[in-house]
Structures are given as structure tokens and as C-alpha cells.
């Protein structure tokens, strides 16, 4: 310890405040697990089974993985990384609703393991700060070594997140897009018997996609009250869905498409509202001041949207994890002038 | 008794974060009960900003309550005099580690013999003296400003600026303190004469009082403003805006640049406690020797005490029925923005409003902070809009060049990044410490 750590250390013991608001990082945790338990349910009452076994799958390896850590953390007498399992745990749900539901059990376990290992406990440990979102980098790292099953004679029977069928949808026209919707014509309400077009099963009943992502709708409705109720970065929300919104919008106008389906499309597919509300607000991967935050969601729209036009699959989180490596430096523009400082205000 | 709805105990910060003001809610009732002196008094030599005053005694001396003990230095423009609290005499004057600097620092020991009646100044008709003889009365009083600051009043009522605006300060933030509220109810005729007298020495045309009351929470007082044409700010329930440059901007929308202070705008802010020490000092020839403060313990709840500065915190326990035995620490005046002292034969001073024991029960909830989470949790709430996370990380670093961008020298040190981090991280540590670096950067 060097003397200016010795020295704060002290600092720490006596000086001011002496009051604490009470509201920790466990209750954030919680509050935040608790947002996406009411997504989870609405996704297993929607896409089915499947669905719940993802669920559970992914928290419970990330919770065996974890636990593993903490005990072998308190046997060595070394620093515990989490005492408690609620980061984990949001960690875990966060993977279970980002894998799509066509993926294998085994693959959603993959995922899991790899984010409470390498992009929790390991990024945490070696960078002392998260500087990847540990879900999303999971994904990547997965998503590139199983594009190796690409060069497979039959790569959809292998079981995998990577569907090369995705690659011949053509999203430039308002013709290959329409084509491509067949995917969310399917949805049914089965207790009411309704076969609901593209446009409203994307926004209220998706079979298909991320499993988080099964009624856009909800996602909005309680990130909206996640990001009013806990604070979460929402100039990052706001400028990316009005960003996407802008952009749907342009490409209906271009290629003379419907309007409504574009934005049901682009804004509430799984892979955006979902990466919007829960992963590209994780605090640690993103920027701090306000201007930089606009910045991250209007970039994360653009990326997302371009990657999802060339049908890149898992567009939207290859767009979050090149942003969370910018953030660092958008970290340090962006700032709003402090009092004493605002012209218009009176200061210098 | 005076009624309180719920909502005047919250405090809304930016970010919609709340700070717990339940501590205040069981004093603003209590009046003011007068504490009797210790057998032993602990008088520090340096009770303002400036430098230690000089000992004027010797050990064995006998004292009488309001006679100078500490003298200043001369051509010293910011130090002012300190005053025994007691007739009595001087045990011994000893190096003891001062509250506020954690520095050992020359402290006056007297035993007392009686109360005493303090009056060794003459009693002054402001009309019949210049504003020269009233300032230096203030002076001679040992007068600082009262709210926390320990800023020497003389300086403040002396500027070298032309002002058109006095504020005084009764928005009695702090979460543990209602010894201004209570100042208003009882003291309210020499409240208002002290603000006459320093707006009659700045010459200023407008007079403002800053409040956190409500209209006919305290109706004697406010009408006794309205007759002196003496306008009543209500403000916002809310913490930092008892600083006095956001109450600067609070009450004239006016923003005070930075490095600058409230007189480059025409402004000065004093508190209503010194507003109280400068009446008395004029018409009743007291030196300041004496204060009211709001102690707190889970135990008693909030307790307004008018209590001879000097008097050991363990004196005031005993006071009121306890010992220090039963706690661990203390926090002398705001619990937001004081020091914490874990010695209960350590005095009040003059600048302390207010005392809160914990016991050790009541573990401080600062301790084993968790790694940041980069919520920015601190950003939204920071009253001057700069980043205490950022800052502390360039603080880490040593960073003086990030210190600079990120505007360090801004925070006014209200706690409340700190206050708001989930990850219980002691912020405000790091900003002192950033703005000391640059201090130190600049020497």
C-alpha cells in the first residue's frame, strides 16, 4: 500500500458524510432481478418451455460457477469478489433472456459460463472494472468460435447460435423484407386461437428471437420503470430507441415499405429493446457523463441498425461491445459545464 | 409545539434522491434547555480559519467569563479573538488534537469557579458609532460565521466590492440540526436586529431570508421580518441548496463564477446564528462564548442545548443523563459535513452547530465499501454537476491534469456522492484530496 492509499484509508474512517442513504448495490441487484423476472414470465407464458429451461440453465450455471468461486474465495482467505449472489444472478437472467430461443440448451450454458468467468469474475479480477459488458462479450466470443460451424456440411443440425439462412434475407428492399417477416407471421395467442400479423407479434407475441425479447412491449413498459425506479442510464434508452425509430422510419420512407412494421421490426425485436434496457445501461461498460451517454445510444441504434440491414446475426450485441471498448474515451468528452461554469448561468 | 406535515422532512435532491432529515424532525419541536458549564473547560486558541491566536494568559491566572484569552496576531487580518465562557482559572494551556484539523494544536484548560456574567465589552447604540467601530466590535467579539464555516465575520462585513444584496442563511440544511429553526422561534427579536446591523454596516439595499419554514410555521418571526422590510425566501425543501453559493443562486438566480466568491456578485450570505452573536455584541457587549446546537443519539432523539463553546462533549452527555461510555463516536456539526472524533473529552467550538453520538452498535455504513459499479449514481446527484466517480479515479491516478478537466476545485464538499453510492464508496475523501493536490500543484 502506497502512502496515498494509506493515507486515504484513514480519510475513509473519519472524514464527512456520516449519513447514508441505505440504497446498496444488493437492492439494485435485486430490484433490477426482479424487473426481469416479470420479463422471464411473460417469456415463458409466450415462447413455451424451451424458454424457461434457458432461463433456468443460464442462472443456474451462473450460480454453481459463482458459488464455486465464493467458496474456493473463503477457503483460500482471499478478497471475496461478490459476497452476495445478486450480481450474479442478474448476470445469469440477463444471459437466459439474450440467447435466442432456437439456440441449444448447451449453448446458453456455454454462454453462462464464459460470462461469470471470464467477463465477471475474470475482467473484474485483471482490469479491476468490467469493461465489457459481460453477457454480451460472452456472446461474441462464443458467436465467433461457433461461426466455425459455419464450414460444416450441415451447419443448422449441429444445434448453434449461427443460422446462415439469415445471410439470404435481403433487408435493403421493401420486397426481401416483407419476405423475411414469415418468421413472425407464425405467432399465435393459443388460448384465444389468434394468428396475429408481423407487426403486432413483434411488438406483443414473438415466438421467434431472444427469449427476453417475447413481448417488446413489456420490455419497454418495465425498463421504462427500471430506468425511473433505479436510476438506470437512461439517455442511453431514449437516444437509442428515438435513434432507431429515426431510422426505421427513413428506411420505410426509402424503400416505400410499411412504416409501422419497420419500427415493430427494428425497435422491438428481442436483439435491441431487450440489449437496450438491460445490457447497454450495465453501468460499468458505459460512459458516465450525460452528453457521452447520447452519444453511446445514438451509435448503438446506427451500428445495431447497419448490422442488422446485412443480416449480421447477434448484430446488436457486436454494436454494444465495440461501443464498450469506446467507452473509455467517451468518457472523457461529453462533459456538462459545473456550476460556476455555465455562461448563460452567470459563471465564467 | 409546531406542527410539521410529513413532506416538509423530505428532501429532494437532483435524481429524485431523498436525504433522511427524521433526526431533525424530533428537535425542531424542543426548545432551547441552557447546559451549565463543565468544571473544566477546553478553549482552542484557533477557532476560525485563520491563524492560532496567542495566549494572553498564564497558567494559574484567574479568568472572567467573556475576557480574552487568545489574542491575534497582529497584521493577522482573519483571526479573531478567544473569550473565556467561565469566571475561573487557568489550569494549563497543552497541545490537544484539534476536531477540525486533526493537528495538535495549543488549547486552554480553565476550571471554573462560576457561570459568570459575560459582559466585558460595553453595550454599543449603532447610531451613535460608525460602521468602522461596529465591525471592529465584531471582531473583538471573536464572531465567525456560525453555520459551520468558522469564517471570520469582520472579513465578510468588510468587502472590497460594492454589494447591493445581504442573504441570510436559515435554511439549516443538515439532516441533525434544528437550532436554527429554533433560533427563529426564540430568539427572534435579536435575530432581527443582528441583520439590521449587518446590513447597516454593508450598506446593502436588499435584505433577504432564506427559509426552509413553511408560511405560518413561524408567524411572530415573520412578521417581524415584514415590518423591517426584510423580504422571506421559502425554500425548496432540499440539502445542498443550503450552501451558500447554490442559496446565492437559489434566491437571485445568480450564479457565482468559478473561483470567484458571493461578493463579486453583489451578494454576501451570513448565518442566522451569527446574524443572533453580532446583536449581542453590539447591544449587550457579549463576546461570543456561547451558541445553540441541536445534539442527537437514537437514545434522546434531537435535543436543542445552548451550550458555552469549550464545554467537553462528555460534559454534555453527562448532562443529559448519559455517559460516554455508552458511545463510540461523535459528529460534530453537520452530519454530512463534519468531522468525526472518537475523544468525548474533545469542546464544542464556535462553529459547531450540532453533536450526534453513535453508539457501537451503529456501525458506520462506510465501512468495507464495495468496488464501484459506475452506476452514476454520484453525477446525477452532484449539486455543481461535476463527476465524483471520474474524479476519483483521476485522484487514484494522481492525475492533476484530469483533476483540472473534470473541475475539482468546484465541489463544495456536501457529501452527497458519497451519501447516494450503492457501492458505499467515501467519495468525498477523494475530491478534498483532488482539490488539495491542485492546491498543493499550484504552490
Given at each position: 500500500m502506497n502512502t496515498d492509499e494509506v493515507k486515504f484509508k484513514e480519510y475513509q474512517v473519519v472524514q464527512p458524510p456520516h449519513l447514508y442513504m441505505g440504497f446498496t448495490k444488493d437492492e439494485l441487484m435485486l430490484k433490477t432481478f426482479f424487473l426481469l423476472?416479470?420479463?422471464?414470465?411473460?417469456?415463458?407464458?409466450?415462447?413455451?418451455?424451451?424458454?424457461?429451461?434457458?432461463?433456468?440453465?443460464?442462472?443456474?450455471?451462473?450460480?454453481?460457477?459463482?458459488?464455486?468461486?465464493?467458496?474456493?474465495?473463503?477457503?483460500?482467505?482471499?478478497?471475496?469478489?461478490?459476497?452476495?449472489?445478486?450480481?450474479?444472478?442478474?448476470?445469469?437472467?440477463?444471459?437466459?433472456?439474450?440467447?435466442?430461443?432456437?439456440?441449444?440448451?448447451?449453448?446458453?450454458?456455454?454462454?453462462?459460463?464464459?460470462?461469470?468467468?471470464?467477463?465477471?469474475?475474470?475482467?473484474?479480477?485483471?482490469?479491476?472494472?468490467?469493461?465489457?459488458?459481460?453477457?454480451?462479450?460472452?456472446?461474441?466470443?462464443?458467436?465467433?468460435?461457433?461461426?466455425?460451424?459455419?464450414?460444416?456440411?450441415?451447419?443448422?443440425?449441429?444445434?448453434?447460435?449461427?443460422?446462415?439462412?439469415?445471410?439470404?434475407?435481403?433487408?435493403?428492399?421493401?420486397?426481401?423484407?416483407?419476405?423475411?417477416?414469415?418468421?413472425?407471421?407464425?405467432?399465435?395467442?393459443?388460448?384465444?386461437?389468434?394468428?396475429?400479423?408481423?407487426?403486432?407479434?413483434?411488438?406483443?407475441?414473438?415466438?421467434?428471437?431472444?427469449?427476453?425479447?417475447?413481448?417488446?412491449?413489456?420490455?419497454?413498459?418495465?425498463g421504462a420503470i427500471g430506468a425511473y425506479w433505479l436510476r438506470y442510464k437512461w439517455r442511453i434508452i431514449v437516444s437509442s430507441l428515438i435513434s432507431m425509430t429515426l431510422l426505421s422510419i427513413t428506411i420505410a420512407l426509402l424503400t416505400g415499405g410499411d412504416i409501422l412494421l419497420r419500427i415493430a421490426f427494428h425497435v422491438f425485436t428481442g436483439s435491441f429493446i431487450f440489449m437496450v434496457f438491460f445490457m447497454a445501461t450495465e453501468p460499468q461498460s458505459t460512459p458516465m457523463p450525460g452528453k457521452s451517454q447520447y452519444l453511446f445510444g445514438i451509435s448503438l441504434a446506427i451500428l445495431t441498425f447497419i448490422l442488422q440491414l446485412f443480416n449480421v446475426l447477434g448484430g446488436s450485441i457486436i454494436a454494444l461491445v465495440l461501443l464498450n471498448i469506446a467507452t473509455p474515451f467517451l468518457d472523457k468528452v461529453g462533459f456538462k459545464k459545473p456550476y460556476g461554469h455555465r455562461e448563460s448561468k452567470g459563471g465564467k | 409545539m409546531v406542527a410539521h406535515r410529513k413532506n416538509d422532512y423530505n428532501f429532494k435532491e437532483r435524481g429524485r434522491f431523498e436525504v433522511d432529515i427524521s433526526m431533525k424532525k424530533t428537535a425542531v419541536g424542543d426548545p432551547f434547555t441552557i447546559v451549565p458549564p463543565a468544571e473544566k473547560m477546553v478553549l482552542f486558541l484557533r477557532q476560525h480559519v485563520g491563524r492560532e491566536t496567542k495566549p494572553i494568559v498564564q497558567p494559574g491566572d484567574p479568568v472572567k467569563c467573556g475576557q480574552k484569552i487568545g489574542e491575534i496576531n497582529e497584521g493577522d487580518p482573519w483571526s479573531v479573538p478567544v473569550h473565556s465562557p467561565v469566571d475561573g482559572k487557568i489550569v494549563t494551556i497543552k497541545k490537544l488534537s484539534h476536531p477540525l484539523s486533526g493537528e495538535e494544536?495549543?488549547?486552554?484548560?480553565?476550571?471554573?469557579?462560576?457561570?459568570?456574567?459575560?459582559?466585558?465589552?460595553?453595550?454599543?447604540?449603532?447610531?451613535?458609532?460608525?460602521?468602522?467601530?461596529?465591525?471592529?466590535?465584531?471582531?473583538?467579539?471573536?464572531?465567525?460565521?456560525?453555520?459551520?464555516?468558522?469564517?471570520?465575520?469582520?472579513?465578510?462585513?468588510?468587502?472590497?466590492?460594492?454589494?447591493?444584496?445581504l442573504i441570510i442563511n436559515a435554511k439549516e440544511s443538515d439532516s441533525n440540526i434544528a437550532c436554527d429553526f429554533r433560533l427563529m422561534v426564540e430568539k427572534s427579536r435579536e435575530v432581527v436586529n443582528?441583520?439590521?446591523?449587518?446590513?447597516?454596516?454593508?450598506?446593502?439595499?436588499?435584505?433577504?431570508?432564506?427559509?426552509?419554514?413553511?408560511?405560518?410555521?413561524?408567524?411572530?418571526?415573520?412578521?417581524?421580518?415584514?415590518?423591517?422590510?426584510?423580504?422571506?425566501?421559502?425554500?425548496?425543501?432540499?440539502?445542498?441548496?443550503?450552501?451558500?453559493r447554490l442559496l446565492v443562486k437559489e434566491v437571485l438566480n445568480k450564479e457565482i463564477p468559478s473561483g470567484k466568491f458571493p461578493p463579486d456578485v453583489g451578494v454576501v450570505v451570513h448565518n442566522i446564528a451569527t446574524a443572533l452573536a453580532i446583536s449581542r455584541a453590539v447591544y449587550n457587549g457579549e463576546a461570543l462564548i456561547s451558541r445553540g446546537l441541536t445534539f442527537y443519539s437514537k437514545k434522546t432523539g434531537g435535543k436543542n442545548l445552548w451550550v458555552r463553546m469549550g464545554t467537553p462533549i462528555n460534559h454534555v452527555l453527562s448532562f443529559l443523563g448519559m455517559s460516554s461510555g455508552e458511545f463510540e463516536r461523535y459528529v460534530l456539526g453537520s452530519i454530512m459535513m463534519g468531522p468525526l472524533v472518537s475523544d468525548p473529552s474533545l469542546p464544542i467550538l464556535k462553529a459547531t452547530s450540532g453533536i450526534t453520538a453513535f453508539t457501537r452498535e451503529e456501525r458506520d455504513p462506510y465501512v468495507n465499501p464495495l468496488p464501484c459499479i459506475r452506476c452514476a449514481y454520484c453525477n446525477i446527484v452532484c449539486p455543481v454537476f461535476i463527476y465524483p466517480q471520474l474524479i476519483m479515479e483521476a485522484e487514484k491516478k494522481g492525475n492533476v491534469k484530469a483533476l483540472h478537466k473534470l473541475h475539482v476545485v468546484d465541489c463544495i464538499e456536501c457529501g452527497l456522492c458519497s451519501y447516494v453510492c450503492p457501492s458505499r464508496i467515501k467519495l468525498t475523501p477523494y475530491l478534498v484530496g483532488g482539490k488539495r493536490r491542485i492546491r498543493e500543484k499550484k504552490e
Amino acid at each position: 500500500m502506497n502512502t496515498d492509499e494509506v493515507k486515504f484509508k484513514e480519510y475513509q474512517v473519519v472524514q464527512p458524510p456520516h449519513l447514508y442513504m441505505g440504497f446498496t448495490k444488493d437492492e439494485l441487484m435485486l430490484k433490477t432481478f426482479f424487473l426481469l423476472s416479470i420479463i422471464a414470465f411473460a417469456s415463458v407464458v409466450i415462447m413455451g418451455v424451451n424458454a424457461f429451461i434457458h432461463i433456468i440453465t443460464a442462472l443456474g450455471t451462473v450460480l454453481i460457477v459463482h458459488n464455486l468461486i465464493h467458496s474456493y474465495q473463503k477457503w483460500k482467505g482471499y478478497r471475496i469478489t461478490y459476497e452476495s449472489p445478486t450480481s450474479p444472478m442478474v448476470a445469469g437472467m440477463i444471459v437466459g433472456l439474450s440467447m435466442p430461443i432456437a439456440s441449444t440448451f448447451e449453448v446458453t450454458a456455454g454462454v453462462a459460463f464464459i460470462t461469470i468467468l471470464v467477463f465477471k469474475y475474470g475482467q473484474g479480477k485483471y482490469f479491476q472494472r468490467k469493461y465489457l459488458n459481460p453477457a454480451a462479450a460472452a456472446k461474441v466470443l462464443l458467436l465467433l468460435l461457433l461461426s466455425i460451424m459455419l464450414f460444416f456440411e450441415n451447419p443448422l443440425s449441429t444445434g448453434m447460435i449461427f443460422h446462415p439462412h439469415h445471410l439470404e434475407l435481403n433487408l435493403f428492399t421493401n420486397e426481401g423484407f416483407i419476405e423475411s417477416m414469415w418468421i413472425f407471421q407464425r405467432a399465435v395467442l393459443p388460448f384465444l386461437g389468434i394468428r396475429l400479423p408481423a407487426t403486432q407479434s413483434l411488438m406483443f407475441w414473438q415466438t421467434h428471437g431472444w427469449i427476453g425479447g417475447a413481448c417488446g412491449i413489456l420490455v419497454l413498459i418495465v425498463g421504462a420503470i427500471g430506468a425511473y425506479w433505479l436510476r438506470y442510464k437512461w439517455r442511453i434508452i431514449v437516444s437509442s430507441l428515438i435513434s432507431m425509430t429515426l431510422l426505421s422510419i427513413t428506411i420505410a420512407l426509402l424503400t416505400g415499405g410499411d412504416i409501422l412494421l419497420r419500427i415493430a421490426f427494428h425497435v422491438f425485436t428481442g436483439s435491441f429493446i431487450f440489449m437496450v434496457f438491460f445490457m447497454a445501461t450495465e453501468p460499468q461498460s458505459t460512459p458516465m457523463p450525460g452528453k457521452s451517454q447520447y452519444l453511446f445510444g445514438i451509435s448503438l441504434a446506427i451500428l445495431t441498425f447497419i448490422l442488422q440491414l446485412f443480416n449480421v446475426l447477434g448484430g446488436s450485441i457486436i454494436a454494444l461491445v465495440l461501443l464498450n471498448i469506446a467507452t473509455p474515451f467517451l468518457d472523457k468528452v461529453g462533459f456538462k459545464k459545473p456550476y460556476g461554469h455555465r455562461e448563460s448561468k452567470g459563471g465564467k | 409545539m409546531v406542527a410539521h406535515r410529513k413532506n416538509d422532512y423530505n428532501f429532494k435532491e437532483r435524481g429524485r434522491f431523498e436525504v433522511d432529515i427524521s433526526m431533525k424532525k424530533t428537535a425542531v419541536g424542543d426548545p432551547f434547555t441552557i447546559v451549565p458549564p463543565a468544571e473544566k473547560m477546553v478553549l482552542f486558541l484557533r477557532q476560525h480559519v485563520g491563524r492560532e491566536t496567542k495566549p494572553i494568559v498564564q497558567p494559574g491566572d484567574p479568568v472572567k467569563c467573556g475576557q480574552k484569552i487568545g489574542e491575534i496576531n497582529e497584521g493577522d487580518p482573519w483571526s479573531v479573538p478567544v473569550h473565556s465562557p467561565v469566571d475561573g482559572k487557568i489550569v494549563t494551556i497543552k497541545k490537544l488534537s484539534h476536531p477540525l484539523s486533526g493537528e495538535e494544536e495549543n488549547a486552554v484548560i480553565i476550571e471554573t469557579t462560576s457561570e459568570g456574567q459575560n459582559s466585558s465589552l460595553s453595550p454599543l447604540n449603532p447610531n451613535d458609532v460608525s460602521k468602522e467601530q461596529l465591525v471592529e466590535r465584531v471582531r473583538e467579539a471573536g464572531i465567525v460565521g456560525l453555520g459551520g464555516a468558522s469564517f471570520p465575520t469582520h472579513v465578510k462585513l468588510t468587502p472590497n466590492k460594492k454589494l447591493s444584496h445581504l442573504i441570510i442563511n436559515a435554511k439549516e440544511s443538515d439532516s441533525n440540526i434544528a437550532c436554527d429553526f429554533r433560533l427563529m422561534v426564540e430568539k427572534s427579536r435579536e435575530v432581527v436586529n443582528g441583520i439590521l446591523l449587518i446590513a447597516k454596516i454593508l450598506d446593502v439595499t436588499h435584505i433577504t431570508f432564506a427559509s426552509r419554514t413553511k408560511e405560518g410555521q413561524t408567524p411572530e418571526f415573520d412578521e417581524l421580518l415584514r415590518e423591517n422590510n426584510i423580504t422571506i425566501a421559502r425554500i425548496r425543501p432540499n440539502y445542498s441548496v443550503g450552501s451558500e453559493r447554490l442559496l446565492v443562486k437559489e434566491v437571485l438566480n445568480k450564479e457565482i463564477p468559478s473561483g470567484k466568491f458571493p461578493p463579486d456578485v453583489g451578494v454576501v450570505v451570513h448565518n442566522i446564528a451569527t446574524a443572533l452573536a453580532i446583536s449581542r455584541a453590539v447591544y449587550n457587549g457579549e463576546a461570543l462564548i456561547s451558541r445553540g446546537l441541536t445534539f442527537y443519539s437514537k437514545k434522546t432523539g434531537g435535543k436543542n442545548l445552548w451550550v458555552r463553546m469549550g464545554t467537553p462533549i462528555n460534559h454534555v452527555l453527562s448532562f443529559l443523563g448519559m455517559s460516554s461510555g455508552e458511545f463510540e463516536r461523535y459528529v460534530l456539526g453537520s452530519i454530512m459535513m463534519g468531522p468525526l472524533v472518537s475523544d468525548p473529552s474533545l469542546p464544542i467550538l464556535k462553529a459547531t452547530s450540532g453533536i450526534t453520538a453513535f453508539t457501537r452498535e451503529e456501525r458506520d455504513p462506510y465501512v468495507n465499501p464495495l468496488p464501484c459499479i459506475r452506476c452514476a449514481y454520484c453525477n446525477i446527484v452532484c449539486p455543481v454537476f461535476i463527476y465524483p466517480q471520474l474524479i476519483m479515479e483521476a485522484e487514484k491516478k494522481g492525475n492533476v491534469k484530469a483533476l483540472h478537466k473534470l473541475h475539482v476545485v468546484d465541489c463544495i464538499e456536501c457529501g452527497l456522492c458519497s451519501y447516494v453510492c450503492p457501492s458505499r464508496i467515501k467519495l468525498t475523501p477523494y475530491l478534498v484530496g483532488g482539490k488539495r493536490r491542485i492546491r498543493e500543484k499550484k504552490e
